[in-house]
């Protein structure tokens, strides 16, 4: 049996960067590009103007009175250059117009008859934007390895980039099996539960920016769970919950061994999770995820998402937080990834372990805020400093 360490360590190992492909910019939200990105051109790509108000020539030796010569609003040209003496109305974003070597804002004129008044002095290259202020062409916009947000699409629009490279979004396959489980919004039956878990894989799936698709429970049927993981593995991860143990009906290992996949650990020496799976086939990694919902959660976090870190090039924003326990803890022989709940105190951190520690117990997951990581047979006194990871 692996240590947690050991297990990571071989996960990371067989994870590879996915193909970059190039994705129209509005698909390109949250993924990492894949290269460099370079302008075509600069940006301003004209001269223009920062503000309403009035172009004007050699502002120190003008006079202060000047004839309105014209006006160029954003999106025209004007084409006359600007006469000695004159001035043309200008609006924010319109080129500046030739001859012209400043910009006086509309609130510091007075125009009566066609005529302009500047009422303050103005100076040369005031309020004007200068092609290329920005960056100049060639420059590179976006480095490789950027995650892109809103504003970096942003600026890849202003220079009329419609597709980028990118690490594309990892396609995971979930698969829940247990011939106990009904859907959702089935009537409880005897004997029965609802699945749950291909919800919650769903979830974190799409919160680190992946592409899930789940399959109808397979129950415990051999012919059903071959024929699903069969086509779960034209995905990139294949995500199969329950059915990797050593009961009669835990034969998941089994049809992966049929259908190519090679194992490459089973179990890991971690509380909840232990009998994880995972294997390879290809370039697809599959995951034989316990069938408890604390048990998926944890396994996912710490094994899943990381793999899918390599696959897309991302580093997902983690948040630990350092406080002291409100009660003692006693750990087992495992290491043990312990519920608790984080509440600010004062101005410090009360971390609470949870009472419902067992992997079946969904209620005392959904209350908790942070997972406290404990060494295994290792004491945590109460007031001992500890740090969380917030979840």
């Known amino acids: 049996m692996l240590s947690y360490k050991q297990a990571l360590e071989k996960i990371i190992r067989h994870s590879s960067p996915l193909k970059a492909k190039l994705l129209p910019l509005r698909e390109a939200l949250g993924l990492v590009v894949a290269k460099n990105i370079f302008s075509e051109e600069p940006f301003p790509s004209f001269d223009n103007s920062a503000v309403d108000g009035y172009a004007i020539s050699a502002p120190k030796r003008l006079p202060r009175l000047l004839k309105v010569q014209g006006e160029v609003q954003a999106g025209e040209v004007f084409k006359r250059g600007l006469k000695p003496g004159h001035a043309i109305q200008i609006f924010t974003?319109?080129?500046?117009?030739?001859?012209?070597q400043a910009v006086v804002m509309q609130e510091y004129t007075e125009r009566i008859n066609g005529r302009v008044t500047l009422l303050k002095p103005s100076k040369l290259n005031d309020n004007i934007?200068?092609?290329?202020?920005?960056?100049?062409?060639?420059a590179i916009l976006i480095k490789k390895g950027t995650l892109?947000?809103?504003?970096?699409l942003a600026l890849l629009a202003t220079v009329g980039c419609e597709k980028v490279p990118v690490y594309p979004p990892v396609k995971v396959a979930i698969l829940a099996t247990g011939s106990e489980l009904l859907k959702v919004g089935e009537r409880l039956k005897p004997g029965k539960i609802r699945d749950s878990n291909s919800i919650l894989l769903e979830a974190l799936v799409k919160q680190v920016g992946g592409n899930p698709s789940s399959f109808p429970?397979?129950?415990?049927?051999?012919?059903?769970?071959?024929?699903?993981?069969?086509?779960?593995?034209?995905?990139?991860?294949?995500?199969?919950?329950?059915g990797v143990s050593v009961g009669k009906y835990d034969f998941v290992k089994e049809v992966l061994k049929q259908e190519g996949v090679r194992e490459i650990f089973w179990k890991v020496d971690i509380k909840p999770g232990k009998p994880l799976f995972f294997g390879k086939?290809?370039?697809?990694?599959?995951?034989?995820?316990?069938?408890?919902?604390?048990?998926?959660?944890?396994?996912?976090?710490?094994?899943?998402?990381?793999?899918i870190e390599k696959m897309t090039m991302q580093k997902f924003f983690e948040r630990?937080?350092?406080?002291?326990?409100?009660?003692?803890?006693?750990?087992?022989?495992r290491l043990h990834f312990v519920r608790v709940q984080c509440r600010r105190r004062g101005k410090g951190?009360?971390?609470?372990?949870?009472?419902?520690?067992?992997?079946?117990?969904?209620?005392?997951?959904?209350?908790?805020?942070?997972?406290?990581?404990v060494e295994p047979n290792h004491l945590l006194r109460k007031n001992e400093r500890v740090s969380i990871k917030i979840i």
Do not use: W
């Not at 892109?148 to 970096?152: R, V």
């Not at 699903?228 to 329950?242: A, D, M």
């Open 349 to 373: 951190f009360a971390i609470t372990p949870l009472k419902g520690q067992g992997s079946h117990m969904i209620g005392s997951l959904a209350v908790s805020n942070g997972i406290l990581k």
């Open 281 to 307: 086939k290809d370039q697809t990694l599959v995951f034989g995820l316990p069938g408890n919902p604390v048990s998926v959660f944890i396994t996912f976090m710490e094994f899943v998402k990381p793999a």
């Open 129 to 138: 934007r200068f092609c290329g202020e920005d960056f100049e062409r060639g």
């Open 93 to 100: 974003g319109a080129p500046v117009p030739q001859g012209a």
């Open 320 to 333: 630990s937080v350092e406080g002291y326990l409100t009660q003692k803890f006693q750990n087992g022989n």
């Open 217 to 242: 429970s397979a129950g415990d049927n051999f012919r059903t769970v071959r024929s699903r993981i069969r086509k779960g593995l034209k995905n990139n991860i294949l995500l199969v919950s329950g």
């Open 148 to 152: 892109l947000g809103p504003t970096q």
